[in-house]
Nanobody
Framework: QVQLVESGGGSVQAGGSLRLSCAASRWTYETYLMGWFRRPTGQAREWVAWINDAGTSSAADSVKGRFTISRDNAKNTVYLSVDNLKPEDTGMYYC???????????????????WGRGTQVTVTS
């Protein structure tokens, strides 16, 4: 079992920045893949970004250039730096972890085994 705890959310004005953190209880083969998803208010959950233990990463087109995912393996922590925030970025942000899966896009919730409880991001105009 791996526990994930997110932090760093808050309320910011449009154009502002936040740094979300996700601390994992341990690094195992099941945390090869770390991802961020979000659920905008009243909408379905959507993938935001992923990173593997080698540092390879990918981000959704809607956030590319504004959001940056990174990980510190020594601290069992993955980060999501969110810049130039927009009101449509408002929602609950979730961290997720999963094992290597050959051929997977890592953009589906089904690619992940463990989930945190989320941290709320609210962007005001």
């Amino acid at each position: 079992q791996v526990q994930l705890v997110e932090s760093g959310g808050g309320s910011v004005q449009a154009g502002g920045s936040l740094r979300l953190s996700c601390a994992a209880s341990r690094w195992t083969y099941e945390t090869y893949l770390m991802g961020w998803f979000r659920r905008p208010t009243g909408q379905a959950r959507e993938w935001v970004a992923w990173i593997n233990d080698a540092g390879t990463s990918s981000a959704a087109d809607s956030v590319k250039g504004r959001f940056t995912i990174s990980r510190d393996n020594a601290k069992n922590t993955v980060y999501l730096s969110v810049d130039n925030l927009k009101p449509e970025d408002t929602g609950m942000y979730y961290c997720a972890a999963g094992p290597r899966s050959y051929g997977a896009s890592y953009e589906r919730a089904a690619d992940y085994l463990y989930w945190g409880r989320g941290t709320q991001v609210t962007v005001t105009s």
